[in-house]
């Protein structure tokens, strides 16, 4: 049967439904494709309107409130039509020239319902066999590097439309970087070949004249007191008067000036004149708002660092234009409690006092500096003093002083890379008198006091495309580290006559996200994250513990506590080899029920988890028997500061416990798993 009997017999049925009862609709039940090797089903319901009804809970909650649930969807013959038509354009678009489509129409009378399918005969697919391009003649070598470099079409490539209008836009951005600010688009032909399956591809252009960045004006917001030197906000733009033009280079003097965070707003714009053949040049305008330069900052919040709910209370002095230039110059004290679900008031209140091992926390004293411009405007120098004391269990603390030297640079749009000298002396001191026992000599010796010289290189590549909530992208970041070379060599410069540690560190992380229907319904999200740390020579001292690994917490593995995890004689000590794997599936059903009361739907999303690794004394002692594995449910509610998050991890696999209760199954389910789930609380998705 073709396709317009099908759709007369569809209103004949829909007529004849509705003359003998006016008040019938029928929902889609469901929605197949048959045939469509190359194209998934997903992808093709992206491009239909007609939607397969929800399940009986969502439409259940639906009639309770608009805002709960969804919607039943009724078949419309006339959405249906269009389906069939967008169907047919999208095959074409893809390369299928030759594509049949037919459909089938089943009526349920008694269920209210109807059955669509699809029937696809995709047939041959078309492959892009020659590329010309017109209008290039005597194009500048830069600009034609440019556009050889990554094109997006290329001979022997399927024919997708969308990549052909993705190639124009691509050629036309590299023109008006190279200053052709009034390059055409003539055309993009496409010629078919049905003997060979094939398709020439013909992009025309009409270059224009080549035009350079005119006089710069600097302009400051009059409604404030504070200015900045037009020299200082000038030699963060891109470019200069007499440069080709380039957009990409406007674009990104804007980021420049907004990395200062001197300015509330900024714009980078060129001046719109008269047009003429022979003036060449574009003026440019540079507006600026600055930001009050001083200003007392009262810190009170929650965060979750070492992947542990923490409150934390300061009071910081921040100077954005600190003896000009833009330089930033800052002092923060904080004090932050960690776990403070954990903390047993009834003995903190009742005379252990802080020296009670269930209050853990610390205090932090800094200064900085940061220096914007150093060497160019990508790249800033950041000197900085600190001092901190950790208080950790099992009852012990560790004053920290470190100072520290940091030159980090925008290497690439995407790619950042920074080196730091750090000058560190950690000590231990036990502050519960209880906690004062006997420790193994491995143990004693990783407490004695050190002074160590660490110097650490670090590159990393963002492209995510929301910091906060991100749904498609990736961040890919690694560090080398490097302890003891300076004070081997130069040990006497350091006036120290504590020990040092001689070592190296890896460490890094990959995480992806994508969403596979594109609506942000389901986002998925994976990490996997490891390092070593090695001893080299004859080593004074063992790693320190302030650049050791620990497992456990809201930012690793959820079915246990920070740094509660490790294959490890005490996990409080951290280790030197670690593997983490974290998978999420962030799924919001309410995306689009809108608000009630206070609570907004549609900033409501659940996540669930599950996640692998250990942490362990040495690399040689990895074993894969010692992954423990949790998995949990979570929930997010989304704020300007990002997401909200609380998690309920349950070990899945525990390779501490003994053998028969190792594994889930092999304990109560009440009495032992759900009993045992660890709750974590943090601001911010886990990775």
């Known amino acids: 049967m073709t ?7 569809s209103l004949l049925l829909i007529s004849i439904a509705a003359a003998q009862d006016s008040t019938r609709e029928y929902e889609v039940a469901s929605i197949r494709f048959v045939g469509n090797e190359t194209l998934r089903d997903d992808v093709l319901l992206g491009v239909m309107q007609t939607r397969q009804t929800p399940a009986a809970i969502w439409k ?5 409130s608009e805002k709960l649930g969804d919607k039943p969807e009724y078949f419309d013959p006339l959405l249906f039509d269009g389906d069939y038509q967008r169907l047919k354009t999208f095959y074409h678009d893809q390369g299928f020239f030759l594509s049949k489509i037919d459909t089938s129409v089943h009526f349920d009378v008694k269920a209210k319902a109807v059955e669509l399918m699809f029937r696809i005969d995709e047939g041959p697919r078309y492959v892009i066999d020659t590329i010309r391009y017109v209008g290039f003649e005597h ?7 440019e556009i050889e470099a990554a094109p997006v079409v290329k001979t ?14 691509r050629i036309v951005t590299a023109f008006y970087n190279n200053g052709f600010v009034d390059v055409r688009m003539d055309s993009v032909v496409a010629h078919r070949y049905d003997a060979t399956k094939s398709i020439t591809l013909i992009f025309a ?3 224009g004249n080549r035009f350079v960045f005119g006089p710069i004006t600097v302009l400051q917001d009059t409604t404030v007191r504070e200015r900045v030197k037009d020299g200082v906000i000038l030699r963060h733009l891109d470019f200069k008067q007499g440069d080709f033009y380039s957009e990409a280079k406007r674009i990104e003097s804007e980021r420049n000036l907004n990395r200062l965070g001197i300015f509330e707003a900024s714009r980078v714009e060129p001046i719109v004149v008269a047009k003429s053949d022979t003036l060449l040049d574009i003026p440019m305008s540079v507006f600026v708002r600055p930001r009050p330069f001083q200003e007392l900052v009262p810190e009170i919040g929650i965060n979750d660092e070492n992947n542990a709910f923490n409150i934390q209370i300061g009071l910081g002095y921040n100077n954005r234009n600190f003896y000009g230039g833009a330089r930033n110059f800052s002092t923060r004290l904080r004090l932050q409690v960690q776990s403070i679900q954990d903390v ?13 091992s269930s209050l853990l926390g610390s205090a932090e004293l800094s200064i900085r500096l940061i220096q914007p411009y150093f060497i160019n405007n990508k790249t800033t120098f950041t000197p900085s003093l600190s001092y901190l004391l950790e208080k950790k269990t099992p009852g012990y603390y560790n004053p920290i002083l470190i100072g520290r030297l940091g030159v980090a640079s925008q290497l690439a749009r995407y790619t950042t890379g920074s080196i730091e000298w750090n000058l560190e002396r950690v000590a231990f001191e036990i502050v519960d008198p209880a906690a004062r026992v006997p420790a193994p000599d491995s143990l004693e010796r990783d407490r004695r006091p050190q002074f160590n010289s660490i110097i650490t290189f670090t590159m990393q590549r963002d492209k995510r495309n929301d910091i906060f909530n991100p749904s498609a992208g990736f961040v890919h970041s690694g560090s080398i580290e490097e302890a003891g070379l300076l004070p081997s060599a130069f040990g006497g410069l350091f006036g120290s006559k504590l020990p040092y540690s001689t070592y190296y560190k890896l460490s890094g992380f990959l995480q992806w996200y994508w969403d596979p229907s594109g609506h942000r319904e389901v986002i998925w999200a994976l990490r996997v994250r490891g390092g070593i740390a090695e001893l080299y020579g004859n080593s004074p001292a063992p790693v320190p513990i302030t650049r050791r690994f620990f497992a456990g917490g809201s930012g690793s593995i959820r079915g246990w506590k920070a740094r509660e995890l490790g294959a490890l004689p005490d996990r409080s000590e951290g280790g030197t080899a670690l593997f983490e794997g974290n998978l999420e599936a962030r799924w919001n059903p309410l995306k689009d029920a809108g608000k009630f009361a206070f609570i907004e739907f549609n900033r409501l999303s659940f996540v669930f988890f599950y996640d692998i690794g250990n942490v362990w004394t040495e690399v040689k002692r990895v074993r894969t028997s010692e992954f423990a594995m949790a998995a949990g449910v979570g929930f997010r509610y989304d704020t300007v500061a990002g997401p909200v998050r609380i998690d309920l991890g349950f070990r899945v696999y525990d390779p501490a416990a003994p053998r ?3 594994w889930i199954t092999q304990k109560r389910f009440f009495g032992e798993t759900l009993a045992n789930i660890v709750p974590h609380i943090g601001i911010g998705h886990a990775f």
């Open 60 to 64: 259940f909650l639906y009639k309770i």
């Open 660 to 662: 028969d209760h190792q």
């Open 344 to 356: 047993d008031f009834s003995r903190v209140f009742g005379g252990t006092g802080l020296r009670d």
């Open 156 to 169: 022997g490539d399927p024919f997708v439309m969308e990549q052909v209008v993705a190639e124009r836009s």
């Open 139 to 145: 194009l500048p070598s830069i600009l034609l590097e």
């Open 205 to 207: 252009f009409t270059r």
């Open 3 to 9: 396709y317009p009997h099908i759709l007369a017999c």
